[in-house]
């Protein structure tokens, strides 16, 4: 039903058929000018993903690049990409794949431009693209919106027991209406911690605030008074937050600094009733301790959006666990933001080839 | 003084929390039967179990009509539900017989709102599918248009039946970017655009059901109702089952005359394991579970506790359903 009637999908089919010209290999698809045209001055482009319609209308108009799209839902395997970009002026990618050494010495010294299309940058190794003069493009703000209202419904739908509930029903546990089956945890009264208070971690305070939540607290490398502001929110330390939240969202980026900080020591410092949720990125959380924290009650309940790895393999023991509700890394899947994502990364893009300003450029 | 006087009687239809027995017991003005069970109490027993009651404390999954009022007699005093809703007790006899009625308005409101507003956004973020693909093995790897959903962000909303309830969900829904907020409903509202029923469903991108069930809005949510609205577009019910006909939201569903639905209540209740419904991927169905916080339900036994205890004792209740 969602996808089948969906304009955006008819859009997206029209755009990737409609010139087609004969594909070369597997997945791929070669656009931008006709042959003729291919002079010295067209920049050469590797598009890593079928992106959304927007973006790719963008480079598709653009007369001065000739693309080539790996033209499927799915990630493009290593080998492929390695032989893709050789040569390229510039690469739009996606958060699957590793920007690395080996990648950046396969496509050689024209390489000027790298656009992501993502906020996150932990899969660019930002050192060997400084290192050799790439400038970076990615997509902040646009997707803020989409994160933090999946960051709040993976909240709710956690405290509330959604999950369970909707099992119940489909299952036939449930019976007429009783007085405390299926209680969960209001927000009414309760204190709020964010981990990384950034774009995101405010965004979701805002949301958050009409349901009556007594306190905002956060916890980042260094206070963040403007952002801070916005929401009315306290700076302590990570174990206060940690001792006095009854929700806590971690929204950080994932750096050498937050990789694994969630982990049994700040289980064991949380209420029994804390609800944890994690919408930045696997890698902070350690989930065996996870595992441990939830399945020994030493915290309530657990939504993830983000795994290590992802997918998530089907026996992972996080599975077993009522309390723990993962969904597949969806925080920013709204048509019209994956939308705006997919323009954004294009226009970083095409701005990085003709050497001017970026909408949104990285700072390396 | 107490101690000599005779304890009033009152039958308790269900187990209830704790915060509600102890008021009853501490008070020592009445003699307490209760159903001590968490499963409904059957007709027979209710029937049974009410005879002489100056007091009932029931659910709202317990009918309290002429049937049950007559088995209670003549010494029936009040009766007080574990509810906001009362479609349930058969108002116009329970006036007749100038038995006074207890409900449980306000201290749910905010969970009943939170859990509304839960909803509609695990259904327009299809937070189920998610979690299915997840476990199924459906999840391979991050895709820019995979189980995309509806946003909040520069939609309309639309609120039928602004009561305590609607007014609640209306306000935790704005700061996600909500851009026009529209209602339909008996009474007008500063806080919000009022407009006809027709004009709300053909412009709302969320169509949230949150009003009483009365004659007037038994099966109000129809085909006709569903025709008129967006194909993206996401209906939500958390207020009665009745209101909605079943048979034609499962028609708009599965046509795709609108995008996905979410309900937290049904007709019946619980709805049998093989109803249509609870097969569509885009329909979300929870098992009525609006007010369903340890504190808020620790919060309305009380209330409900306090309302029967006045109504007892003839004196002004807490809240008091005008008959």
């Not at chain 1, 209308?57 to 050789?86: A, Y």
């Not at chain 2, 309290?64 to 005093?77: C, R, S, T």
């Not at chain 2, 479609?87 to 100038?98: F, M, N, S, T």
């Not at chain 2, 916080?293 to 809240?319: H, Q, V």
Request: with cysteine; proline share 5%; charged share 20%.
């Amino acid at each position: 039903m969602w996808s089948s009637w969906s304009p955006l999908r008819r859009l997206q089919r029209i755009a990737v058929s409609a010139s087609r010209p004969a594909a070369a290999g597997n997945n791929n698809y070669i656009g931008g000018m006709q042959r003729r045209e291919q002079s010295a001055l067209a920049h050469r482009v590797y598009i890593t993903r079928k992106v959304p319609p927007e973006g790719l209308e963008i480079v598709r108009r653009c007369g001065r690049v000739k693309f080539e799209l790996w033209d499927s839902d799915d990630p493009v395997p290593r080998d492929e990409l390695l032989k893709k970009v050789k040569g390229v002026d510039g690469l739009l990618c996606m958060l699957t794949e590793k920007v690395d050494a080996e990648l950046l010495d396969a496509a050689g010294p024209n390489l000027k431009v790298l656009s992501t299309m993502s906020v996150g940058f932990d899969h660019l190794c930002l050192d060997e693209l400084k290192k050799r003069g790439i400038r970076v493009g990615y997509t902040p703000d646009v997707l803020t919106d989409a994160v933090a209202e999946l960051t709040v419904a993976l909240l709710l739908a956690t405290s509330r027991r959604l999950i369970e509930a909707a099992h119940e029903a489909k299952t036939g546990g449930w019976g007429t209406w009783r007085t405390l089956w299926l209680c969960g945890y209001e927000l009414a009264n309760s204190t709020v911690g964010i981990l990384g208070l950034g774009r995101i971690g405010v965004a979701i305070a805002e949301r958050l605030k009409p349901f009556k939540v007594k306190k905002f607290l956060y916890t980042d490398v260094a206070p963040r008074p403007q952002l801070a502001e916005m929401i009315n929110a306290e700076y302590v330390s990570l174990e206060e937050l940690a001792k006095q939240s009854d929700f806590l969202a971690a929204c950080c980026a994932l750096t050498p600094e937050t990789q694994g900080i969630c982990n049994r020591k700040l289980f064991s410092q949380m209420k029994k009733n804390a609800i944890f949720i994690n919408t930045s990125r696997g890698g902070i959380v350690n989930q065996e301790d996870l595992y441990e924290a939830l399945s020994a009650g030493q915290i309530a309940a657990a939504g993830l959006d983000v795994t290590t790895p992802e997918p998530l393999p089907t026996d992972h023991p996080l599975f077993k666990l009522k309390n723990c509700v993962i969904l597949p890394h969806i925080a920013s899947a709204s048509y019209t933001t994956r939308n705006a994502m997919s323009a954004l990364a294009a226009n970083n893009l095409l701005a990085g080839l003709r050497g001017e300003p970026m909408p949104k450029e990285l700072e390396l | 003084m107490q101690g000599t006087q005779q304890l009033l009687k009152v039958f308790v239809t269900r187990r209830i929390p704790q915060e509600g027995m102890r008021v009853l017991n501490q008070s020592g003005l009445c003699k307490v039967s209760l159903w001590d069970s968490d499963e409904p109490i059957p007709r027979t027993d209710l029937l049974q179990g009410v005879s002489g009651a100056h007091g009932i404390l029931c659910l709202l999954s317990d009918r309290i009509d002429a049937e049950v009022i007559n088995a209670a007699g003549p010494n029936l005093k009040v009766i007080s539900t574990l509810s906001v809703g009362f479609d349930h007790l058969a108002v116009g006899e329970i006036k007749k017989r100038g038995v006074r009625v207890g409900y449980t308005p306000d201290v749910l409101t905010d969970a009943t709102a939170e859990l509304t507003v839960a909803l509609l956004l695990a259904t327009a973020r299809r937070i189920p599918e998610g979690v299915e693909e997840v476990k199924n093995g459906g999840w391979s790897s991050w895709k820019p248009l995979w189980l995309c959903g509806y946003g909040l962000s520069g939609s309309t909303v639309g609120v039928i039946g602004l009561g305590r309830i609607g007014l609640a969900i209306a306000r935790r829904l704005k700061p996600f970017g909500v851009k026009r907020l529209l209602y339909s409903g008996r009474t007008s509202k500063p806080q919000a655009m009022g407009t006809s029923l027709d004009r709300l469903v053909s412009e709302s991108d969320f169509v949230v059901v949150s009003c009483s069930l009365t004659p007037e809005t038994q099966g109000l949510c129809d085909k006709a109702l569903f025709s008129k609205m967006k194909k993206t577009a996401v209906f939500v019910n958390t207020s009665r089952g009745a209101v909605v006909n079943q048979e034609d939201l499962h028609e708009a569903l599965s046509s795709g005359r609108i995008a996905a639905a979410g309900l937290d209540v049904t007709t019946p209740e619980p709805l049998p394991t093989d109803h249509p419904l609870l097969k569509l991927k885009n329909c979300v169905i929870l098992p009525h579970i609006g007010s369903a916080t340890y504190s808020t339900r620790g919060i309305m036994a009380e209330l409900c506790a306090n309302n029967l205890l006045a109504g007892l004792t003839g004196s002004a209740m807490p809240s008091e359903l005008a008959l």
